[in-house]
């Protein structure tokens, strides 16, 4: 479906998507657009469907590619939440749709709007951003033995550099003085250990803001209990996903909180929550987290001015009392309202700003300033050596030494022997309990050794009658190690 609005008399305007989705979708979508277009939002509106009727319809990725060339051609989603469908075999469209369009940042205002709405942090005001395609959620998942499954952390420089500047670029256009990084770089000294290094390089690079770093651990509960310490947080994916609902929760709601995917040509615009089906259909639901998206989305196509009277009417109905069922309290609210008339209450405040909370000033805005990812030249490489995962149903990691060492020769070394993660040979502890997944590590006896020889040993082993389930090759980068040590090592 496709259909014009919101001006009859504008000049130019902007093309984008929308998908109302399942559940309380339609109605919060709606209720939405209601409330652009009577602000005079200068879109037009191509509609499309996604999420359950297509999942259900036989398509696993719950899009069409028909669906898919119009996201494309217009750069600009709006999406509604959506039902993926109970049991296997279905594919998360957000993580999708993020992936295949290269919506590399996740970013999430969590500001406290108290005494208005209920929460026990009054100062809060937090910019999660957050990694948006990879880390664990690259989705690379094996089973290897009969007791053990991987899933491999993938970080990449560029993706550390992208995420990092846009935290800092957000900072600077909207007036923020702090960023922070959470990562846990003291156990995952690779992965996390380059997120921090990236965020130390390019921190440099704008001296005129704060930066600082926290362990993600402390760094959660310091959020959790003090927010107001923090301004602008950027973290790998994982760590973003939990912490930007955690974010939004002790602010008032994850129910108020919006969010944008922001990619190199592509954009996508959310509310944080679910599709709630057992609300759907009652004009119950409360349109804020869609509304905050679609703010966050004018914002990023130069609306800034429309953004802003939008965003100052919201504040204004949420100080005067106007709530839905999900925020409404006592003594606090003044009227409870349905999904359609809480769209109405703001649209009739379009032009007023609130008395008490922070009026927000988007309209001199500019658009951030992100370059391009730029390949620096490949650093000299050194093969040190090679790490065989095998499956053995042994206990005694003596027993599996005394078999493995028998493949060293005059290049290669048996230098010790893991299981999940922990160094049981040499000198481990008959205390450590052991799966049927071994690391046995060759190491060089002459610096580097060849691809040939990996290829020799993998033929060894699997003449000893053990199987190699994966190989993890051990280099060197200008010289320094670029593995992690054994636990114990």
Known sequence: ?????????????????????????????????????????????????????????????????????????????????ITTPQGGGYKSLNVTTRKFLGLYSNVRPCFSMSPFVSTKHPLMDVVIVRENEEDLYAGIEHQQTDEVVQCLKLISRPGCEKIVRYAFEYAR????????????????????????????????????????????????????????????????????????????????????????????ECAMFEAIHGSAPRRAG?????????????????????????AERIQNAWLRTVEDGYHTYDIYKEGVSKVKLGTTEFAQAVIERLGQAPQQLKPVKYAANSKLNLPKYVRKSPAPKELQGVDLFVHWTGTDPNTLADHVSKWSDGEVKLSMITNRGIKVWPDGFKETYCTDHWRCRFKATDKVISQHKIIQLLQTASNSGLEVIKTENLYAFNGVSAFSLGQGQ
């Open 1 to 81: 479906m496709t259909y014009r609005c919101f001006a009859s008399k504008i000049k130019s305007m902007t093309r984008i998507t929308i998908a109302k989705g399942d559940g309380i979708g339609p109605e919060i979508m709606d209720a939405t657009l209601a409330i652009l277009k009577a602000a005079n939002a200068q879109i037009e509106i191509d509609e499309i469907e996604v999420g359950e009727k297509v999942y259900l319809s036989g398509n696993t990725s719950g899009i069409s590619d028909e669906s898919w060339d119009v996201i494309r051609r217009n750069k600009v989603f709006l999406k509604a939440p």
């Open 173 to 264: 256009l909207y007036n923020r003085k702090k960023v922070t990084c959470f990562t846990k770089d003291n156990i995952m000294k690779q992965t996390d250990g380059l997120f921090h290094k990236v965020f130390d390089e390019i921190a440099a690079e704008y001296p005129d803001i704060e930066n600082e770093h926290w362990i993600v651990d402390i760094g959660a509960a310091k959020l959790a209990d003090t927010p107001e310490a923090f301004d602008v947080i950027v973290m790998p994916n994982l760590y973003g996903d939990i912490l930007s609902d955690v974010a939004a929760q002790i602010a008032g709601s994850v129910g108020l909180a919006g969010s944008a995917n922001i990619g190199e």
């Open 282 to 306: 009652q004009n119950l639901a409360n349109p804020s987290g869609l509304l905050q998206g679609a703010i966050m989305m004018l914002n990023h196509i130069g609306q800034n001015d429309v």
